[in-house]
């Protein structure tokens, strides 16, 4: 009897010392997930920063949202919208993957504070592992030789999932969340590198929702598509596309730049088809903007360096 009673305490100890080390093991890994929440959740310099962990979508998988406003903001205030691609590296260079950023809060705040550009808030969409093909232009896949549409699979590509997303559920959340002007002139667009190439690709598609755009060091040069896709071939083949679904010359606002170096080195060509392209379409100067910036290589330094030249094309107080 007294065995048994034993066995029953010992049995009674080692579960209660099984449930403490589960409880101290369930412990470290909320302190370790929080502690990598914290450390990821960029911090910025001027105005306020929301995240919005994981914005679930019914076209593509879930990513974060962060969403920068102004010093002083208040719900409703009259403010335009700036939706950014690859949104994880905008405002804090301690959280991404090179420590490089654009600097968009200390820039629309410099902006702002001097009076350079109308009140606005920037909607930061987080890329994920999917980037590629999430900012690849999927229709302009039909424009490409015939040739170079059999040596690739285009049914990765989800341009127009991302888009839909953005249009469809994203930028309804922020209409409701934040109450900023909601008309077509002051939504806005802007992106980089592929976030270039799928922010013109959204003014064609939903020019009734976006104004404007901006599209820096868009990459013109090649499909970044499998099986050695001609870069040539491509890159006409997204003109032609361009030229067929622009909206109405001079309705909305086009600012497109490059550098010399780096990626960029390779885009001088293709940028310049595309401008002698658009400009025959009757756009002027005030409405497409084509810049190159000498010495600036394909990296969020220098996009931040030149930052404030988009912001002013496209929130330039009239």
Not at 106 to 131: F, H, K, W
Not at 206 to 217: E, T
Not at 237 to 243: C, E, L, Q, T
């Amino acid at each position: 009897m007294a065995t048994k009673r034993k066995k029953i305490w010992m049995w009674i100890i080692g579960t209660v010392l099984l449930l403490v080390l589960l409880f101290f093991l369930l412990a470290a890994a909320w302190a370790w997930k929080s502690q990598q929440s914290a450390r990821a959740m960029p911090s910025v310099g001027k105005g306020r920063l929301e995240l919005y962990p994981q914005f679930r979508s019914q076209f593509v998988p879930p990513r974060d949202v962060a969403v920068w406003v102004p010093e002083g903001y208040r719900t409703g205030d009259s403010c335009c919208v700036l939706y950014m691609h690859d949104g994880n590296m905008l405002f804090d260079a301690s959280t991404t993957w090179n420590h490089q950023e654009w600097r968009v809060d200390e820039v629309m705040d410099s902006l702002m504070q001097a009076g350079s550009i109308r009140p606005c808030i920037v909607v930061g969409i987080y890329n994920t592992d999917d980037r590629l093909n999430e900012y690849y232009p999927d229709k302009t896949w039909q424009e490409v030789s015939e040739d170079s549409r059999r040596k690739a699979d285009t049914t990765l590509l989800h341009g127009d999932a991302y888009l839909q997303f953005v249009v469809m559920e994203l930028k309804p959340f922020i209409d409701e969340r934040y109450r900023p002007l909601t008309a077509r002139e002051n939504t806005f667009m802007m992106g980089s590198s592929m976030g270039g190439l799928i922010s013109l690709y959204a003014l064609c598609e939903y020019p009734q929702v976006f104004g404007g755009v901006a599209c820096l060091s868009s990459h013109l040069s090649m499909a970044h598509l499998p099986n050695g896709v001609d870069g040539q071939s491509w890159a006409t083949g997204f003109r032609d596309y361009v030229m067929k679904h622009l909206p109405e010359a001079n309705g909305s606002l086009i600012y497109m730049d490059h550098g010399t170096e780096d990626f960029d080195a390779d885009y001088g060509p293709y940028q310049e088809q595309l401008d002698s392209a658009i400009a025959a379409k009757g756009w002027d100067t005030g409405h497409y903007l084509s810049r190159v910036f000498s010495g600036h290589g394909h990296n969020e330094t220098c996009w931040a360096n030149r930052l404030h030249e988009p912001l002013q094309f496209l929130l330039n107080k009239k």
